[in-house]
């Protein structure tokens, strides 16, 4: 297994955009089209997805893996954390799709008072930070990261859990986890990931 950290795993996305080439939104939808095919291989449609969506291209990713999820004839809905007015420009290209391409159910939280109410049955996708977190989540991030370590749902981050540092590892709220989704490669910080049991790694071609 290789491991890169967070600067490495940017270095080998805008290589592959170079010289394949492929443009980043073109890169995300491949991405999350094979987190989808392992989603479909792993759980049945009995269950509701919980999309818990960043501002960034980790939120970009979330709202591609929903939408992609829906086609599939998945019940899917979206929790955008809305606490800030930058987002990327691939986030808003997927947001846009979602908008015009699906009749998925979009929540845009402002308050920790607006959570969702989630089964045991139900599987939470976190897709609130990527491997760009270079600092302590904080405010509305660190209470929703908060609540949904909270529940007993399936949970699987993508790229990395919510909370953790791509490039070092310090005190923090404990990450999102039980299952972490690696689009490319896995990242060193996930080899300390602090927990428990449940923790797994896993690729799309697993």
Not at 118 to 140: C, M, V
Not at 156 to 166: A, C, E, H, K, V
Request: glycine share 6%; with cysteine.
């Amino acid at each position: 297994m290789k491991l890169f950290r967070s600067d490495q795993i940017k270095q080998i996305d805008e290589l592959t955009i170079k010289e394949e080439p492929v443009s980043s939104i073109d890169l995300m939808e491949r991405a999350s089209s094979e987190v989808v095919k392992w989603f479909i291989r792993k759980f049945d449609r009995s269950c509701r997805i919980f999309v818990f969506a960043g501002p960034g291209n980790n939120g970009g990713d979330g709202l591609a893996i929903a939408r992609l999820l829906e086609f599939n004839r998945f019940e899917v809905f979206i929790i955008y954390l809305d606490f800030t007015d930058k987002t990327s420009q691939d986030f808003r290209k997927n947001l846009e799709r979602i908008k015009t391409e699906t009749k998925i159910n979009l929540l845009y939280l402002t308050s920790k008072g607006q959570f969702p109410l989630i089964s045991d049955r139900d599987i939470i996708i976190d897709a609130i930070f990527g491997t760009g977190l270079s600092r302590y989540a904080d405010g509305l991030a660190a209470e929703i990261i908060g609540l949904i370590n909270q529940e007993r749902a399936v949970k699987i981050s993508i790229d990395i859990p919510s909370g953790m540092f791509g490039m070092i590892m310090k005190k923090l709220l404990q990450p999102i986890t039980h299952l972490v989704s690696s689009f490319r490669k896995f990242h060193s910080c996930l080899l300390r990931i602090p927990g428990r049991s449940e923790n797994w790694l896993f690729s799309p071609s697993d």
